[in-house]
T-cell receptor, first 114, second 116 residues
Framework: DGGITQSPKYLFRKEGQNVTLSCEQN?????MYWYRQDPGQGLRLIYY???????QKGDIAEGYSVSREKKESFPLTVTSAQKNPTAFYLC?????????????FGDGTRLSIL | AQTVTQSQPEMSVQEAETVTLSCTYD???????LFWYKQPPSRQMILVIR??????QNATENRFSVNFQKAAKSFSLKISDSQLGDAAMYFC?????????????FGKGTHLIIQP
């Protein structure tokens, strides 16, 4: 079945450590996205990518980095510069660049600080 | 910047009844798309319904329908014949039109409780 796979489901970060969240899709979608969700909040856009080797900052990109070397993969690195990384992270993808295309979401990764 | 406001942090409805969730948004764009997503306790985001701003006809998906009032910048979701499986967080989301693949702007959500 086609879908979006995020791993790991739970992740713990030590102070000063970088961690990478994986997002893989087999939907043949061009665009991919990373969102952050805090308790009582909606999702906020971190980064997005329309095509391979291209990505743009979203509303809260500081302290995060991404890469898009393959169409299927869009990993997110939470760097030590992100002082409040504890949150639920969701990856999404959509077909083409038509803005009417709905975004399909993975099951998320919960990141906590040790 | 666009903003999306959901003024009801929590709503409760009896099973089989109808409930309406409110959403307002602020934008200077004329071309955009609006969405309602459902997030059950599993935390997965599920698309419920989508509305194109250029369409006057309100979108409908089975028991789910919207009341889209473009001039008032209002986009409410009506759930008819509520079922226990409808219990979830519901998020209203906006996406501007034009080219590109911008992300969605979300409201803070409404927690829907279904009373058996």
């Amino acid at each position: 079945d086609g879908g979006i796979t995020q791993s790991p489901k739970y992740l713990f970060r030590k102070e000063g450590q970088n961690v990478t969240l994986s997002c893989e899709q087999n939907l043949n979608h061009d665009a991919m996205y990373w969102y952050r969700q805090d308790p009582g909040q909606g999702l906020r856009l971190i980064y997005y990518s329309q095509i391979v080797n291209d990505f743009q900052k979203g509303d809260i990109a500081e302290g995060y980095s991404v890469s898009r070397e393959k169409k299927e993969s869009f990993p997110l690195t939470v760097t030590s510069a992100q002082k409040n990384p504890t949150a639920f992270y969701l990856c999404a993808s959509s077909a083409g660049t038509g803005v009417g295309q709905p975004q399909h979401f993975g099951d998320g990764t919960r990141l906590s600080i040790l | 910047a666009q903003t999306v406001t959901q003024s009801q942090p929590e709503m409760s409805v009896q099973e089989a009844e109808t409930v309406t969730l409110s959403c307002t948004y602020d934008t200077s764009e004329s071309d955009y798309y609006l969405f309602w997503y459902k997030q059950p306790p599993s935390r997965q985001m599920i698309l419920v319904i989508r509305q194109e701003a250029y369409k006057q006809q309100n979108a409908t998906e089975n028991r789910f329908s919207v009341n889209f009032q473009k001039a008032a910048k209002s986009f409410s979701l009506k759930i008819s014949d509520s079922q226990l499986g409808d219990a979830a967080m519901y998020f209203c989301a906006y996406r501007r039109g034009g080219g590109g693949a911008d992300g969605l702007t979300f409201g803070k959500g409404t927690h829907l409780i279904i009373q058996p």
